[in-house]
């Protein structure tokens, strides 16, 4: 169902991926937006190690997209360092294939808002944190993403640096 990757030595090792998608504090998701075409929005995050959580209004572009087909792709730059003596870029990135659903449930929204929150304001009070939480609840929304496949790569340049190591 979804392609294997050509280049398997840049393949990164499943704990190459799951820290980038820790340490990430940004990404691209992409959906099906308006008459096919694709709609890609940045976007802050949260990754709990099982699912991917985002944060929105609760009408727009992208909730409308999502309503209408819950298939996604996220994904996640860890490095892009441009080597303009090499005519090339050392990157190492993250995407992940999955389906997202609007979370609707009090419970499940505000566990998933708590994760953003702790990761984005990690030295705030758990008092502060509901406080704000609070104020914005009202004109809040939560996606959550199911990941169904999820792949790394990195430059070549990159992986033969690990190999001499």
Known sequence: MFREMRRKRQLLSEEAIQKVLY????GVLAVSGDDAYPYAVPLSYVYDGEKIYFHSAKSGHKIDAVSQNPKASFCVIDQDQIVPEEYTTYFRSVIVFGTIRILHDEAEKREAIEKLAVKYA??????????VVERDWKPLCMLE???EHISGK????????HTLK
Do not use: H
């Open 23 to 26: 340490q990430g504090t940004s």
């Open 122 to 131: 990690p030295d705030d009070t758990e008092e502060n944190r509901k406080k």
């Open 145 to 147: 993403m199911t990941p």
């Open 154 to 161: 990195e430059a070549v340049e990159l992986v033969r640096l």
